[in-house]
């Protein structure tokens, strides 16, 4: 067991901090898992360099916030069916999370979290960004936060594999379309305005990815209002942005970040290894 010093430092006034002290591939004291669960609530995402683990240390860490999560459509590391690969090779023009995003926010309970181990990088590129749905929240006036308390959205998976709202270079083929079959066709209705159950703070808990109008609504009358929440949370001073290195570690709050993984490396691999954690009840 580590003799633990952990310093977390802020990488933005909003979210996202780097931790310090901790060496992932040894247990931690339980005090050491508690102050990185806290920095975890309070800044939506954390940072690790340097950590070099092996998938079982990976597993080992992520069973420490809960019981682990596995999706269904995404490809599995060999003989560790609860990591999953997040790749692009050098032959494929899409990438896995290239557009703002909460993951699974399209099932009842998505993910905690997801913590990501980079196995091989880009030589440039291939950042990923993440926004404070919390700050988001806090942001909007005093009306527009009454007017969306009480009203909800639907969260279809679907949404992120119709064409119209996919650039060129993320088109879905109809055979893929077909192989991911009923998983599809998965959707959810959430509260708009969400609680984080460990922090209490209130979190806009809509996504352009997956959230395809308001409950009771049309599209057509909910785009306008989703658009002004996605500008609102999505704009610069609500976010921050990860330069990868080998043996980064990245763990996001799933349930008051949303992420944005860059796809400006085509031509060139990159993997990362996911383990996710089983989500929590966010309503409020
Ligand atoms: C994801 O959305 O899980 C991918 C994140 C990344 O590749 O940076």
């Not at 006034?13 to 990185?36: H, K, Q, R």
């Not at 409950?215 to 996605?230: A, I, M, N, V, Y």
Request: aromatic content about 8%; proline content about 5%; charged content about 25%.
């Amino acid at each position: 067991m580590q003799n633990n010093k952990i310093e977390v430092r802020p990488v933005s006034n909003c979210v996202g901090a780097e931790i310090t002290g901790v060496d992932l591939a040894d247990p931690l004291t339980e005090s050491a898992y508690s102050e990185i669960r806290q920095a975890l609530c309070k800044w939506g995402v954390i940072f690790f360099r340097d950590q070099n683990i092996t998938p079982e240390q990976h597993l080992s860490f992520g069973q420490k916030f809960g019981d682990l999560h596995l999706s269904k459509t995404i490809g599995k590391v060999p003989g560790h069916p609860m990591v999953a690969e997040v790749r692009k090779e050098p032959d494929q023009t899409r990438n896995i999370g290239g557009n703002w995003h909460t993951d699974h926010s399209f099932v009842e309970m998505p993910p905690l979290g997801s913590i990501l181990v980079a196995r091989e990088l880009p030589e440039t590129g291939g950042d990923t960004l993440f926004a404070n749905m919390s700050a988001a929240y806090d942001a909007l006036s005093e009306g527009m936060q009454k007017t969306l308390s009480g009203m909800s959205a639907v969260h279809a998976k679907k949404k992120a594999l119709q064409a119209s709202n996919l650039s060129a270079e993320r088109q879905v083929s109809a055979k893929e379309m077909a192989e991911i079959g009923e998983a599809a066709e998965e959707q959810f209705v959430h509260p708009v305005v969400a609680k984080h159950p460990e922090t209490g703070r209130k979190i806009l808990y809509v996504n352009p990815t997956y959230t395809v109008r308001f409950d009771g609504w049309t599209e057509r009358e909910s785009k306008p209002l989703l658009q002004f929440l996605f500008d609102q949370a999505g704009g610069p001073e609500n976010t921050c942005r990860f330069r990868w290195q080998k043996d980064s570690v990245v763990f996001w709050d799933n349930r008051s970040v949303w992420h944005y993984a860059l796809n400006d490396y085509h031509g060139q691999r990159r993997l990362l290894h996911r383990v996710s954690v089983a989500g929590s009840d966010v309503r409020a």
